[in-house]
């Protein structure tokens, strides 16, 4: 996957699909995935049960995108205009009650993704589209609630940077929403990559979920250390940087929680999370964001081996 980081900045053509929208989870996917909508020309609301979730994602996104402003990628009046644009609020009912489209990125778990669903039906404009940013779960799993206007929009980690927005639809989705998705996303600057059919896991995470199967084997095995391996992925194979590396960037717990969603789907030992790493996640050693996780870092740099 090629990393654009100027692509989220693009001035977008035509602002008139989905022109406010409505991110639910103020984590790092739905801070960033809120951003490049604002970046757009959009309007855009964020939500979360925490508030401190949405200081924080404020504060993050404040940071990220002066650095952005420092290195002369975009104008201060434009960062400016883009924080006009977002706004951030406890209250989904309020926030929900006149939007386009509703980006669902909340945890990577099934039941909370479907209530969640089934409460905004009766919140949002029966126009409304719903997409999940589920890594994992098919949209027919998520679909009840509105069939026809129900999509997955799977964006990538760091959101503000990848290009690439996975577009699942439904047996039931409607053409139209599809149209209206694929345009969404090249409008936010984001190239579509659509399925012709759902699958869990769609094309990125189960290519990507080979590799790291393969690679903590490899650790697993003695075969040779995390750093290693991930030297070898990146002076190899070119990848920007290696299975291991990567967990600790999109947080262990997610690979974890998504290799435990298709265990329990399939019941194949194969699919059945890594002991090493159920071991991190129980220790809660989940990657950059604690701190831990295949390596350790301390204010953000990685300063070695776990
Ligand atoms: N958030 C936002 N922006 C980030 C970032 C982050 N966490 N990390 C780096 N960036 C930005 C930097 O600010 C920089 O921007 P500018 O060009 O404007 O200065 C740009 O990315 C490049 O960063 P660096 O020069 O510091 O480092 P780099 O060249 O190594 O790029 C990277 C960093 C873009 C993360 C790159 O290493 C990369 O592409 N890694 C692979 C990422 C990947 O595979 N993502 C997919 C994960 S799977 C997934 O997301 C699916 C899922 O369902 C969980």
Redesign the pocket.
Known sequence: ?A?D??AAESPPADRDVFPSVLVIGAG?MGA?IAMVVALSGRTVCVTDIAADALDRARAELDS?MR??VD?G?LTQEQLDDAFARLTTTTDLAAAASDVDLVIEAVVERLEAKRALFAELDSLCPTATVFASNS?SFMPSQMADARPDRFINL?????A???RCVEVIRAPSTAQQTVDAAVAFVRDIGKEPVLLDKEIPGFI??RI?NAVRDEAVSLMENGVASVSQIDLACRTALG???GPFE?MD??GID??YL?KKARFEATGDPADAPARSMSELVAAGHLGRKTGRGWYMYENGEKVGEA
């Not at 799977?154 to 760091?158: K, L, R, S, T, V």
């Open positions: 996957m990393a980081p100027g790092t960033q990220r650095a952005r290195k990628r890594s799977h964006f990538f980690n760091p503000l940077v990848m990125a995470n990507l990848y920007p940087m990567l960037l999109t997610i690979g998504i």
